[in-house]
Each structure stands twice: as C-alpha cells, then as structure tokens.
C-alpha cells in the first residue's frame, strides 16, 4: 500500500494543508488565512480543523507533519518563539493537536525551512543531489542542510540557520540582532527599502509606475515584473541581491564541503536576475579546491515544498522508528 501522510505549512498569513503521496507526490491541497493575531490557541484550531478534514476523508493517512518558523526541539514536538506569531512562547504542538482531534495521529513539527528542503530532496528540484544546501528568500531568509537525503540538524536541532550568517560585521541589522546577516539584506523589508532608496531618484524606472508614491509600495515582486519589462535600475537592484546571497553561500560551501545549493521562496521565482549574480559571487568566496562541482540551481515546485516535505518527514521517521525496533 502507498503510505499518505498530511503535510502542513504554517505561515504567518495562510495555513496550507497537503495530502501527500510517499510515491506521487502533492495530491491535494487546502488553504485558509492564519488568524496569527488571535493567538496559538485559534492557529490550532485551524490546523486540527483541516488535519480532521483530511484524516475523515483519508482513514489511512499514516501522520501529520507541520512545517513551522521558530526553534524546534529535538523531539520534534514544540515550537518556541515563530517570528510573525504574536504571543507563542513554548507551545507543544503534538499535545495540542492530539487534543484536539477525535483519535491519536503521528504528528511531528519541524522548522519550515527544513521541511522544504526535505521537499526539494524528494520532489523537487534536490532529487538531482543527495546533499545541498537549501536556501529559502521570503519575508526572511531561510537555511536547511541536506546531507544524504535527510536534514541535518546540528547538535540540537537548529542547523542552517544561514538567514543569520554575517556578510559584514558592521553591516545593517536583522531581526535576529545579528549585525550583517544575510536577512538584513535579503529579507522582503530590508530588501524593498534598499530597491526604495537606490530606485527613487531614478525617475525612468518603471517602479515609479508600480509602486505607491515616493515608492512606499514597492515589493520585490514589482522588481521582477519590472526586470521582465527590461528595466535597467530592477534588474540592478536584483543583482545586488544576487551578489550578497553568494557572499554568504561561498563561506557555507567553505564550511561544509557540500557543493550543490538550491535557492525557493518567493524571491527566487526572479530567477538567473538574482541566481546568475550569486553564481560568480559565489567563486569569488568560495577556495579554489572546492571549485569542482559547484552548482546553484533555482526550486521548480515553488512553496508547495514545505507541504512536500512535511509529509515526508513522517515517512522517513515510520522507517526510522521500524528500523530500531528489529
């Protein structure tokens, strides 16, 4: 019998459940908005109510897996301190959800980042390798390691953290406090205040014809479009990017001798703007000896990953659990 688990992506605006096939793949998907700002308590709600809706319809589905921001645990039971998740400290989320549902389910939760990586691994883009490095450009900068088809978790759980690796120890800060991380560059706010600045005198940009006025309402999505479009000062602002992210990339490839990096989220659907100036940043930071092998290559199966890989998560653990009980 092909195993089903539920895959579910928990993002600060919208939840998104997947049923996902061990063999097929996404089957099915369902959406509904967060409700973050009414506290863990409803953000629960919602997730059992759509693990419900999943699990009535599928009676064999084998587990949950939750893909979520913040600090996981080793167990992978509690999520402490998502950022865009006002009020959560420390919640057990295998409790919550067990206590909420009509009978005992599997469930496991793991950083969002990981679990898309792990998506990648098995559906996507990463099935060519069988260890790179993920990177994730969304609201922040996301980080998984892959190693040998499964996430490598460090000593405590909370590898890949590259969104908070510095590039420049007096450079801007992240939300992390970190003085020069990646995400200080690269995460959707910093990044649209950058493109504000450098495009705002640049009166022949077509941003001006995108954004709000004085260019408030400018997003990196307008810079892809405009990049498109052929405008010169978009696809500056674009490469920038691309420079930093390989900045950060070539000293992780030093770190960990792994050559193969995927980049997802919504930033990368801008694609070789971006990946083509991080591509010979990147040789620029990385030692000559490492040079064989090196590739970037961009996520084709955009955000549906994180639900990929959080149904697989409860795959690989059904293998992992049956394997030590012989």
């Not at 973050?36 to 953000?43: I, S, T």
């Not at 992780?252 to 070789?272: F, H, P, T, Y």
């Not at 990385?286 to 409860?314: C, F, K, S, W, Y």
């Amino acid at each position: 019998m092909i195993r089903k688990a539920i895959g579910i992506d928990l993002g600060g605006t919208a939840i998104k459940a997947g049923l996902v096939s061990e063999s097929e793949g996404l089957l099915e998907e369902l959406s509904i908005p967060t409700d973050a700002e009414e506290g863990h308590h409803r953000v629960l709600d919602r997730i059992a109510g759509l693990i419900s809706d999943f699990s009535s319809r599928f009676p064999d589905v084998v587990g949950v897996g939750v893909g979520s921001p913040g600090a996981i645990n080793w167990d992978r039971t509690t999520v402490s301190s998502p950022p865009n998740f006002p009020g959560w400290q420390t919640v057990h989320i295998e409790n919550e959800l067990t206590a909420r549902l009509s009978r005992p389910i599997t469930t496991l939760v793991e950083n969002d980042a990981n679990v898309a990586a792990l998506g990648s691994a098995h559906y996507g883009a990463g099935q060519r390798f069988n260890s790179f490095i993920m990177v994730t450009l969304g609201t922040g900068v996301g980080g998984a390691i892959i190693y040998q088809n499964k996430i490598f978790r460090g000593a405590t759980g909370a590898a890949g953290e590259i969104g908070h690796m510095t590039i420049d120890y007096e450079g801007p800060f992240a939300r992390s406090g970190v003085a020069g991380a990646i995400e200080a560059y690269l995460g959707q706010r910093f990044l649209s205040r950058h493109a504000r600045y450098r495009l705002i005198n640049k009166k022949d940009s077509l941003i001006h014809r995108m954004a709000a006025a004085d260019l408030k309402g400018i997003t990196p999505k307008m810079l892809h479009e405009a990049a498109e479009l052929g405008d010169e000062g978009a696809k500056e602002v674009l490469a920038w990017a691309g420079h930093k992210l390989g900045c950060v990339l070539g000293s992780a490839v030093n770190l960990l001798d792994i050559r193969k990096i995927v980049v997802g989220g919504g930033l990368s659907a801008a694609g070789d703007y971006i990946l083509d100036s991080a591509r010979s940043t990147m040789l620029q930071f990385v030692t000559p000896a490492l040079h064989e092998g090196l590739e970037l290559i961009q996520e084709t199966r955009g955000n549906d990953v994180g639900m990929l890989g959080a149904g697989h998560l409860v795959f690989q653990y059904l293998d992992e659990k049956g394997n030590s009980s012989e």
